[in-house]
């Protein structure tokens, strides 16, 4: 790498003040919201997803006589109490493919190149993208949460607030994880097929629907599948912080997944070494 | 018969480990549980929710309650046919009580000085004076008596017969029955409000519970109970409470897993809070704070918090809890 490419690179961004970091960062997040707010179809598929399991899926449920007590709990509970944080954890992982899915999107529209052009360091564009998303998807768990109390879901009141930190961490994860896929994928099209193999796999070999203990007797191989799948770890984190507790090794695993995540978008849509320019997809 | 012996010999010698090693609060609200399966008492503390200690008592214990002044705890073993006294502070059997045969369950009737013994095989009651420890008297009853309920005046029991499905009425002064009423299959308890007007009869296979008018003998309504998702056959009323002020009872399903809420002015179920498997029997704690209920195929005992409505907490206990009775500080 030549001097002068470096200077043309780091130049800019020594002059910013955090408040022209905060306007980039509004910007994003603003851009985001006008998404979210625009594409009403997007937040009402988010919604009616697990709604349909909480209704359907949990009412046919044969786990009508109480699911075994496995901590967080303190009682028996009901199937569509316990199947509760593993969709919320689903809304978020929908969420954050979905927001990939933009990113490929503003790749193939020629969007993306307004935001790549940005003066910013590329890493806080990409941290600034995943605030959004993840505040979003705070949202619609917050949407889901109301009609999940509304059926008669029993969450303790201050799980409302304690759950909270958990979605933060979460969201960043798998928003990270959407956006590391997103820098893999070219076409719209191809995303269809990350969200069989990446979406339905994940969601359904973890602890979403049925606790682990339950898997571990019916196959110890998905057991272990499900006990690498880092989705469970988010689950699992959702699921004891609603109840005002703290799974340490969930919190180990999310924040270090999210981390992993994280520095491989920024190393991905990084304009000198990135996948973007390996590939030849990106921005010219 | 070995690995029965074995064990229970092992099982016992880590009872009195775990009795050595934990040592009871000075205060605590206390409960005792009735595991039948293990022959022992769970000592559960109400506000540690732990179980923290075990003791051994006779076969089968069943029918539980502690005595009026609080000293002891009364278990029928049912299997040694004698009412055993366990003393709460050495937590010791000290004595029995002579029950009569195979007595099931009890009541205490009489500011808890009388106890009412129902022995199923002889077909009658065993009317004890606690404070002496002597029969006043046995009653003849109907057929494989069952539940007892005593009224509130001490005047008249009232005896379920598995057999006959009918709720028999006796006058305690002339030890007549006075009354024979027909009821919904397998009755098993009988429960007065605390003032008297009602007494309410579970029926396990019929799956209802009947509300009868003591005066005048008669089936007033009965309740039925429906759980969304459930089979009717697993709804299997047992255990009966009222609370103090008789607004709400709290019917223990059985195998439903459930305790129905029911508003006891007019037989209304409000809700329904799911507990441990085949919940059996229940006790308040003073105030009516909690509810207790014991879960015989899970092995726990379910703890309600009365006001909210809400199962906070399922403790574990020994196999198959039977009964529970608590006792205040």
């Known amino acids: 790498m030549s001097d002068l490419a470096f200077d043309t690179i780091e130049a800019p961004t020594r002059g910013f003040t955090v408040g022209q970091y ?24 988010a919604l009616v997803r697990p709604l349909v399991w909480l209704f359907i899926f949990a ?57 790549l052009v940005s003066p910013f360091p590329r890493w806080f564009l990409i941290v600034s993208k995943l605030l959004s998303s993840t505040a979003v ?31 933060v961490l979460v969201g960043l994860m798998l928003g990270a994880l959407g956006m590391l896929l997103s820098s893999l994928i070219k076409q719209l099209e191809n995303f269809a097929g990350v969200m069989n193999f990446v979406i339905f796999p994940m969601f359904f070999a973890s602890s979403a629907l049925y606790p682990l203990w339950l898997v571990q007797q019916s196959s110890p191989v998905v057991y272990t599948i499900c ?19 703290l799974d340490l090794l969930s919190l180990a695993v999310v924040l270090i997944a999210a981390i992993i995540f994280t520095i491989g978008a920024i190393l991905a849509y990084d304009p000198s070494r990135g996948l973007l320019v390996r590939r030849g997809g990106g921005p010219a | 018969m070995k690995t029965t012996l074995f064990r229970t010999a092992s099982l016992s010698a880590g009872m009195v480990l775990a009795a050595l090693t934990v040592a009871p609060p000075a205060h605590a609200l206390t409960a005792y549980v009735s595991n039948e399966r293990d022959n022992t008492i769970s000592v559960v503390d109400l ?37 055993q006294i366990v003393d709460r502070k050495s937590l010791q059997v000290v004595g029995e009580l002579p029950s009569g045969p195979d007595p099931e369950t009890f009541a205490l009737g009489e500011h808890g000085t009388r106890l009412f013994v129902s022995n199923e095989n002889d077909q009658m009651v065993t009317v004890i004076d606690v404070p002496t420890r002597t029969v006043v008297t046995t009653i003849a009853t109907g057929v494989e008596p069952e539940g007892m309920g005593v009224s509130p005046d001490g005047k008249t029991i009232v005896n379920t017969s598995e057999t006959t499905n009918m709720a028999h009425f006796i006058d305690y002064a002339t030890h007549k029955v006075v009354a024979a009423v027909l009821v919904d299959p397998r009755p098993r308890i009988a429960m007065f409000k605390h003032d008297g007007s009602e007494v309410w009869v ?15 003998h008669v089936v007033k309504y009965k309740i039925h109970f429906e759980v969304q998702g459930l089979r009717s056959n697993v709804i299997q009323p047992v255990g009966i409470r009222f609370t103090q002020d008789d607004k709400t009872a709290f019917v223990a399903l059985g ?24 919940v059996w029997q229940m ?9 207790l209920t014991t879960n015989g195929l899970s092995n726990d005992i379910s703890v309600i918090d009365v006001a909210d409505l809400k199962v906070i907490k399922s403790i574990q206990v020994g196999r198959q809890p039977w009964g529970v009775a608590v006792a205040s500080p």
């Open chain 2, 47 to 83: 506000d540690a929710m732990k179980t923290i200690k075990t003791v051994d008592v006779g076969q089968r214990p069943r029918g539980i309650a502690v005595t009026a002044d609080g000293k002891d705890v009364l278990v029928c073993a049912s299997d040694d046919d004698t009412v």
């Open chain 2, 255 to 278: 195998p439903a897993n459930r305790v129905a809420v029911v508003d006891a002015a007019n037989g209304k179920v409000e809700k329904y809070l799911l507990v441990g498997q085949r």
């Open chain 1, 227 to 245: 006990r690498l799948n880092p989705f469970t770890y988010g689950i699992e984190l959702i699921r004891f912080s609603l109840y005002g507790k």
């Open chain 1, 59 to 115: 009412a046919g449920f044969r786990q009508i006589l109480g699911v075994s007590i496995i901590p967080p709990y303190e009682t028996y509970v009901l199937y569509e109490v316990y199947v509760t944080p593993g969709l919320i954890a689903m809304i978020q992982l929908f969420n954050g493919m979905q927001s990939s899915l933009s990113m490929v999107y503003d790749r193939e529209m020629g969007n993306m190149r307004m935001l």
């Open chain 2, 202 to 216: 579970s029926s396990e296979v019929g799956g209802t519970v009947s509300v009868i008018d003591p005066v005048r």
């Open chain 1, 22 to 45: 905060l306007i980039c960062l509004r910007g994003i997040m603003w851009r985001e919201a006008l998404r979210f707010v625009h594409q009403r179809e997007r937040f009402v598929s």
């Open chain 2, 283 to 291: 006790a308040f704690t003073p105030e009516d704070k909690y509810l």
């Open chain 1, 137 to 167: 998807s705070i949202l619609q768990v917050a949407a889901f949460l109301v009609v999940a109390t509304i059926w008669g879901v029993d969450i303790p009141t201050w799980g409302y607030v304690t759950v909270l930190p958990a979605l």
